[in-house]
């Protein structure tokens, strides 16, 4: 039973410590096997309908899947979220989407992200830092 416990207490430790590390803003999303960050700033999104949200007090949600080279990006404001979108390394420290134009694309570092991306008529943006 002792050694039980102090497993589950390594193990809680080894978490906490994980915990607080991992959410520095200093983190760089290009080069940690686990990225996971808020990103605030003006977000919009359109269906191409009757949907069009905007707003300059919003947030985007980014978090490294476990591929290592997909993301999720869960938007605040009601706004769909973008899942598995796959990234590649441009320079030293920033991720661009593969298949990024200059006219759709997703960019993101450890202190900016920035989005105009299209898919079936929708569209969404983000500019936004940490």
Not at 21 to 44: E, I, L, Q, W
Not at 64 to 72: E, L, P, R, W
Request: aromatic share 12%; proline share 2%; net charge neutral.
């Amino acid at each position: 039973m002792k050694k039980a416990i102090r497993i589950l207490s390594l193990f809680m430790l080894i978490f906490a410590a994980a915990s607080f590390t991992s959410c520095s803003r200093d983190d760089d999303p290009t080069n940690n096997d686990f990225f996971a960050g808020t990103y605030k700033g003006s977000v919009s999104y359109n269906d191409g309908g009757s949907t069009n949200t905007s707003t300059d007090n919003g947030s985007v949600f980014v978090t490294k899947i476990a591929s290592g080279t997909k993301y999720n990006f869960a938007f605040s404001n009601g706004i769909p979220d973008l899942n598995g979108v796959q990234f590649e390394q441009k320079g030293d420290h920033t991720l661009v989407m593969i298949g990024s134009t200059e006219t759709s694309y997703i960019r993101i570092d450890n202190s900016q992200l920035k989005i105009l991306y299209f898919k079936d008529g929708k569209t969404w943006t983000a500019n936004c830092t940490r």
